[in-house]
């Protein structure tokens, strides 16, 4: 059960800050920064060096996840259900990381909106994603405990 619990609070905090950055986050800098240049800028400050949190924490997920199912036979199959939607993020997350950024920062003035748009659209994806594993996670872990 100790690999559940870590598991959990793994989930929580990549599901936490999806949701932090989506909710209050991007709101906030799109206020802030009226000047889509200066506004761009500070966004690739703010994401520079986050693609080694974010593989540490699906690495974690992965890693915990194969421990609970080795050692909790009870939940296994739902943390193996779980490991679907959490791979599905990891590869729009990956999308984002080695593709949209890259396109993003050549991309021109009258781009940006619809790069913007996609971005959103990627969020909110694995901001659900990650949603939903956790919740399985979450609701086999107490209903078995």
């Known amino acids: ?39 761009e800028e500070f966004l690739l400050v703010l994401a520079h060096g986050n693609r080694r949190g974010v593989v540490a924490v699906v690495a974690g997920l992965a890693l915990s996840a194969a421990a609970v199912m080795v050692t909790w036979p009870a939940v296994a199959a739902v943390y193996a259900v779980a490991l679907v939607p959490y791979a599905a993020a990891t590869g729009i997350f990956v999308n984002v990381s080695w593709r949209h950024w890259p396109a993003r920062v ?8 619809g790069f913007h748009r996609r971005l959103r659209i990627q969020a909110w994806a694995m901001l659900v994603l990650v949603g939903v594993a956790f919740a399985l996670t979450l609701s086999a872990s107490v209903l078995r405990w």
């Open 1 to 39: 059960m100790p690999a559940a619990i870590v598991h959990l609070m793994i989930a929580a905090v990549w599901l936490g800050s999806m949701a932090y950055s989506l909710f209050v986050v991007q709101p906030r800098v799109g206020r802030f920064f009226t000047d889509e240049g200066r506004r």
């Open 106 to 113: 050549f991309a021109l003035p009258d781009e940006l909106p």
